[in-house]
C-alpha cells in the first residue's frame, strides 16, 4: 500500500499566490521526486531530488529533500492558470516509484 | 522529443470481456513499467520488465491479469475476464537516464471503463 503521505489533499488558489505541498513518510527513502498530471494524460516529472538537504528549482518550482529523509516539500511561485492540474510527491525503491496520493490544485481566476 | 507511446487512449468494455492495451517505450530504454491508477489516487506499480524478462509481478493479480514484452522492445497489458473493479487508468513507463540519474518517464496512459 501507499506509505506517503501527501498534503494537503486539495487547494484552491488565486492566480499569482504561492501555493506549499508537502510529503512526509514513516520510512527513509534516498530519493524523492516530484510529479505533475495533467487531466487524462500520465505523470511529468518536475523535479529530482537525490541527496538530503537538497533545494532545487525549476522555473518558479523548488523543492527540497528533508534533513531526515523522511520529507519533502514543493514551493510554487506566483500560480498561473496552466499550474492546475494533480502534483505527486514519489519516492524510488528498489528501481520502482512509489506515489503519494496527491494534491489536486485548483486556481480561481 | 522521444515519448512513451500507448493505445487505445480510452477503453469501454463490459465485464467478463477481454481487453489489451499497448505500449511502446522510449527507443532504447531497457526498463518498462505498467502502473494501474485508480481515481483519486497515486499510481501503482503492476510489473516491470528489464529487456524481455519480468523483474516483478508481484501486484499483478494473475488470475486475470497477464503482461507480456516477446522481443523487449514493445509491451502488452491483457485483462481476462474483466471487472468493473478494473477501470481506471493504465500507464505505462521506460526508464532512461538523464544526465547522471535514471528517469522513468510515463505515456499518456490508456483509460479503461468496464460497464
Known amino acids: 500500500g501507499q506509505q506517503l503521505n501527501q498534503s494537503p489533499q486539495s487547494m484552491f488558489i488565486q492566480e499569482g499566490e504561492d501555493v506549499s505541498m508537502n510529503c512526509t513518510s514513516s520510512s527513509i527513502f534516498n530519493t524523492w521526486l516530484w510529479y505533475k498530471q495533467d487531466p487524462g494524460e500520465g505523470p511529468v516529472l518536475l523535479i529530482a531530488?537525490?541527496?538530503?538537504?537538497e533545494l532545487t528549482s525549476n522555473g518558479r518550482l523548488t523543492a527540497q529533500f528533508g534533513i531526515t529523509r523522511k520529507d519533502s516539500f514543493l514551493n510554487i511561485s506566483a500560480s498561473i492558470p496552466s499550474d492546475v492540474g494533480i502534483y505527486f510527491c514519489?519516492?524510488?525503491?528498489?528501481?520502482?516509484?512509489?506515489f503519494g496520493k496527491g494534491t489536486r490544485l485548483h486556481i480561481l481566476p | 522529443e522521444a515519448e512513451v507511446a500507448q493505445s487505445p487512449r480510452y477503453k469501454i468494455t463490459e465485464k467478463s470481456q477481454a481487453v489489451a492495451f499497448w505500449c511502446d517505450p522510449i527507443s532504447g530504454h531497457a526498463t518498462l513499467y505498467w502502473y494501474r491508477q485508480i481515481l483519486g489516487q497515486g499510481p501503482e506499480l503492476l510489473v516491470q520488465?528489464?529487456?524481455?524478462?519480468?523483474?516483478?509481478d508481484s501486484q499483478l493479480p494473475k488470475d486475470r491479469f497477464s503482461a507480456e514484452r516477446l522481443k523487449g522492445v514493445d509491451s502488452t497489458l491483457k485483462i481476462q475476464p474483466a471487472e468493473l473493479g478494473d477501470s481506471a487508468m493504465y500507464l505505462c513507463a521506460s526508464k532512461g537516464r538523464e544526465g547522471i540519474q535514471e528517469t522513468q518517464y510515463f505515456g499518456p496512459g490508456t483509460r479503461l471503463l468496464v460497464l
Open positions: 531530488l537525490y541527496k538530503a538537504g
Open positions: 514519489a519516492v524510488n525503491r528498489d528501481d520502482k516509484i512509489i
Open positions: 520488465f528489464q529487456d524481455e524478462s519480468v523483474v516483478d
